[in-house]
């Protein structure tokens, strides 16, 4: 790796050894800490599109998001979701007459929305460990990606969108979740699971989903001009440079394993 990549694979490091753990221990402490973790992750998220977008009522717009997700959190319920959206993309419309991002303004109300009701779902539905299952596989993404990206190079994924991704990085992001995965698995002793193996072919869809996920988010930066969504969080950049991949894999997430469940029983 070059000196800045290894400068920033360094604050990358130190700031995921103080996150996982903080993460991980919301999602195995209980409902409280859980939701805890849901309304803080709602906040940054909310607050960073409104920020990110730009526009005239950064607050009128980041309480309108943080409304409606926590609105979906609470309720757990998809039909409640669908009406708290209902009502707040109808006053938005009317505040986003004059926005020259009207329609991104527009898109964090269901973006912030579904991906974290789905991230929570996951939870209400299927306990913690479904959740770690989920998350270390995400996060197997973006570590492999990253360091295979960045040491094998290999020719561009999608270069008018995120110069830096690479088809190696993808692979080894693919590669890592599905270890990752194995590894989850084979912890909670899930190697008696009779279909077992369909978890692994879930996390290489989901690591494939998620890369799409942050392709996208790349996309809407670089059409508004920005390298990262906020600089929140050390090496990281912002809070949904984080989650990208997170909030749009989880919707997949929990019709894959209502699915899969359907086929246990």
């Not at 270069?159 to 080894?172: C, D, R, Y």
């Not at 790349?218 to 809070?239: E, N, Q």
Request: charged share 10%; aromatic share 14%.
């Amino acid at each position: 790796m070059e000196k800045s990549s290894i400068n920033s694979f360094a604050k990358r490091l130190i700031t995921t050894v103080i996150l996982v753990p903080f993460v991980v221990y919301c999602v195995v402490s209980g409902y409280t800490s859980m939701y805890m973790l849901a309304m803080l992750g709602t906040a940054l998220l909310s607050w960073e599109w409104a920020v990110m977008v730009p526009n005239k009522r950064a607050p009128f717009f980041a309480v309108v998001y943080f409304f409606v997700a926590i609105t979906a959190i609470l309720l757990g319920s998809l039909e409640g979701w669908i009406v708290s959206m209902i009502l707040a993309l109808a006053l938005a419309l009317h505040k986003t007459k004059d926005e020259n991002h009207r329609w991104l303004l527009l898109l964090g109300i269901p973006y912030i929305s579904v991906g974290l009701w789905a991230f929570v779902e996951i939870y209400t539905l299927y306990g913690s460990q479904m959740v770690l299952w989920f998350l270390f596989l995400v996060w197997g993404v973006d570590i492999g990606g990253y360091v295979f990206g960045c040491t094998l190079k290999g020719p561009k994924l999608a270069p008018k969108i995120s110069p830096n991704k690479t088809w190696t990085g993808l692979f080894g992001g693919v590669i890592l979740a599905m270890a990752v995965s194995y590894a989850v698995c084979w912890y909670f002793n899930a190697a008696d699971w009779s279909i077992f193996r369909f978890y692994l072919v879930m996390a290489g869809i989901l690591a494939v989903i998620a890369q799409i996920g942050d392709l996208i988010e790349s996309a809407i930066k670089r059409h508004l001009g920005l390298k990262d969504s906020s600089d929140l969080i050390p090496g990281h950049g912002g809070f949904f440079d984080r989650v990208d991949g997170l909030l749009f894999a989880a919707p997949f997430a929990v019709l894959m394993l209502r699915n899969l469940i359907l086929v246990i029983n």
